[in-house]
C-alpha cells in the first residue's frame, strides 16, 4: 500500500456533527471567490429560467447577490464542500 497517498478519513455514525459555517465574501481573495461563484453557477440543475445567460453573465448575477447580501457563501466541515445559498433560506 502507497502511503503517500492521501485519503478521506469517513466519519462514524457516532462523530459529531458540525455546523456549516458562512464564509464573508471579503475573506475570499478574489481569484477564490470567482473559483465558488463559477463551480457554483457550472453545477448541474442550475436553473436560470427561459432565458439564456452566458457563463460570465450567470456569475456576475451571483457575485452580485453575494455582494448585496442577498446570497451567502456557507462551508459545511463535514462534507469538505461549499455552496451559495439565498440568505433568506439561511436567515440572516
Avoid: C
Avoid at 502511503?3 to 456549516?20: C, H, W
Avoid at 447580501?69 to 456557507?74: P, T, V
Amino acid at each position: 500500500m502507497n502511503r503517500d497517498v492521501p485519503f478521506k478519513v469517513v466519519s462514524g455514525a457516532n462523530e459529531e456533527q458540525l455546523e456549516p459555517v458562512a464564509i464573508p465574501p471579503e475573506q475570499l481573495s478574489a481569484q477564490a471567490l470567482r473559483g465558488v461563484i463559477e463551480a457554483f453557477v457550472l453545477r448541474e440543475g442550475t436553473d436560470y429560467g427561459e432565458r439564456e445567460f452566458s457563463l460570465e453573465q450567470k456569475m456576475a448575477h451571483v457575485a452580485a447577490q453575494i455582494e448585496a447580501g442577498e446570497a451567502q457563501i456557507w462551508f459545511d466541515p463535514n462534507s469538505n464542500s461549499i455552496d451559495i445559498v439565498r440568505s433568506s433560506e439561511r436567515g440572516r
